[in-house]
């Protein structure tokens, strides 16, 4: 155990959980904990403009990487300015660390001083005090031990008074007790494969924390002879799989929809059954419903289930798969007549655009062939969004990533920039709106543009507040308050160091793809549409 001061064991204890990456700003609190992390560790520290995007950062970079998300804000005002951020990551089930500074404990009339207990307990995300300068080993680990097991942010408040103080730093990183659960045997498990023996027409259902179990949710398909569906949040799992029919829910497809609707059993794993899965219980009725999940709470969240299995979703369906193959059950034959392209196929865009827009339909069809194949797809939140969703495809679930689980728009580009240090060899694309881009979007895209990354901005302009303006067009009210004249995104990305083209037509949306072959970094592609054109939000 060597002595030190706290600010360097800090940073050491970080780097001891294969810590590589730290988002953060700078502040009195916690700057030269960045400073040790990257002179003395050997990390990457990425500097954002406002607090907020670190934590966004982090979480993307989870996702996409697999690896604990690290941020670091300092005290106040800093921290308040991530609540919106850290809801996000609480309800996308981020596992990031949030070194966060505090004000010193012998002036509790400091300027910035606030209850940062308080202040993160209203978020859902967990908390942890940096309790002593001797038990920084034993805090640092715990909070990087909880980010694992919770799957939620976990802040680790460190008083600034500490920073210069020495101590002895020992060492510790906590083993992760992390033993996917089986199924135990018993009425639930028989009851399930009961269900799912006698279904006719059974589908398969895969959320979030059904990810990990691609293989063995495809062998229980292909055995069950059932599609497979995601939820929104696992979109991409099955991409490749012949009998994936995508977006389960109000996101499907019109063809989609009916055969959900005409399914017996759907067996859920890892879902929470969302409103929008459901369509509101819609698309449950008059069928038989498994829920299966490791987390009890999520169990009848939605709607309450026919049978529940709290279990690991690979485990659980391997489980399935064993009766099955014991009690010798023939398949369901329900794949056998499938028509997959018209499963996955959404209504083709055949709007004509006024003269000065393009069609938003039809474009994004065309991004959709022309945008790189292995791209990371993120997407920002607004009434653009939802055909996003639905038009544009990702090679797996890691691959997608939506910063709308707060329900909060000005999230994305920030979201785009963890993600493209979690996938450096590959492109992100990002979609945003242009009232979430004027929100939160400027105040990073420099930081791309500093960091290198090859990163695909597509804005959907239609100069409005869409969700807002389409509720005044219903009531026949006048819509002008949700209308902005924007200046020019193109010009604002060329001034922060990015290129981009316009675009108003057909021809120079082929004129943007061929200039985005030339890119060298950030690359912001101008889509100018009409409100009434845009479609509304499949929610």
């Not at 155990?1 to 800090?10: F, G, L, N, R």
């Not at 916690?30 to 607090?51: I, K, T, W, Y």
């Not at 609707?261 to 459901?278: E, N, P, R």
């Not at 675009?503 to 890119?519: C, I, T």
Request: one cysteine or more; charged letters at 20%.
């Amino acid at each position: 155990m060597a002595t030190q001061h706290v600010y360097k064991s800090i940073a050491h204890a970080t780097k001891a959980h294969d810590v590589t990456v730290m988002f953060g700003l700078m502040g009195d609190a916690n700057l030269f904990m960045v400073d040790s992390f990257v002179r003395d560790c050997g990390g990457q520290f990425v500097p954002a403009a406002h607090e907020g995007s670190t934590i966004l950062m982090a979480a993307a970079y989870a996702r996409v990487s697999g690896n604990v998300g690290v941020a670091t804000v300092t005290h106040g005002p800093a921290l308040a300015n991530c609540v919106t951020a850290l809801t996000e990551a609480v309800r996308g089930r981020a596992p990031i660390v949030v070194l966060t500074g505090d004000t010193p404990a012998d002036n509790p009339r400091h300027l910035q001083s606030i209850d940062q207990r308080d202040l993160v307990s209203v978020t859902g995300a967990g908390f942890e005090q940096l309790r002593t300068p001797a038990t920084v080993g034993k805090d640092v680990a715990r909070a990087f031990y909880r980010a694992r097991v919770e799957q939620r942010p976990i802040v680790l408040n460190m008083p600034a008074d500490f920073m210069w103080l020495e101590a002895e730093y020992d060492l510790q990183v906590l083993d992760v007790f992390s033993a996917p659960i089986g199924v135990a045997e018993g009425q639930f498990l028989d009851n399930a494969v009961g269900m799912i023996a006698s279904a006719r027409r059974p589908l398969i259902l895969a959320g979030h924390g059904a990810i990990g179990a691609h293989d063995q949710l495809v062998k229980l398909a292909d055995r069950l002879e059932a599609p497979l569906a995601t939820t929104l949040q696992a979109k991409g799992l099955f991409q490749d799989h012949p009998y994936n029919i995508d977006i389960f829910g109000t996101l499907s497809t019109p063809a989609a929809y009916e055969l959900i609707a005409q399914s017996d059993c759907v067996i859920c794993f890892g879902t929470a059954l969302h409103d929008f899965t459901t369509d509101r219980g819609k698309l449950m009725k008059g069928k038989r419903i498994i829920q299966i999940d490791v987390d009890p709470e999520v169990i009848g969240g939605g709607l309450h289930p026919d049978v529940a299995l709290l279990a690991d979703a690979g485990l659980a369906a391997e489980t399935i798969l064993f009766w099955l193959n014991e009690a010798e059950i023939p398949p369901s034959g329900f794949t056998h007549d499938l028509d997959i392209a018209e499963l996955i196929t959404h209504p083709v865009g055949t709007g004509k655009a006024e003269d000065g827009v393009i069609n938003y339909v039809g474009a994004l069809q065309r991004l959709e062939e022309a945008l790189p194949k292995d791209r990371v797809l993120v997407t920002d939140g607004g009434r653009f969004m939802t055909e996003v969703w639905c038009r544009l495809s990702v090679p797996n679930a890691q691959s997608f990533v939506s910063s709308v689980n707060f329900g909060a728009i000005g999230l994305g580009l920030q979201e785009a920039v963890g993600a493209g240090i979690g996938a450096p060899d590959r492109p992100v694309v990002l979609f945003s709106g242009d009232g979430g881009f004027m929100m939160g979007g400027i105040n990073e895209l420099n930081t791309a543009v500093r960091l290198g990354l090859d990163l695909i901005i597509i804005i959907a302009n239609d100069s409005a507040y869409g969700a807002e303006h389409i509720q005044f067009v219903d009531r026949q009210m006048d819509p002008s308050l949700t209308e902005f004249h924007w200046p020019s995104f193109v010009d604002i990305a060329k001034s922060l160091g990015a290129d981009g083209c316009e675009v108003r037509s057909d021809l120079e949306l082929e004129n943007a793809l061929d200039a985005l072959q030339k890119r060298k970094g950030p690359f912001l592609i101008e889509l100018k549409l009409d409100p009434h054109d845009v479609p509304r939000m499949r929610i």
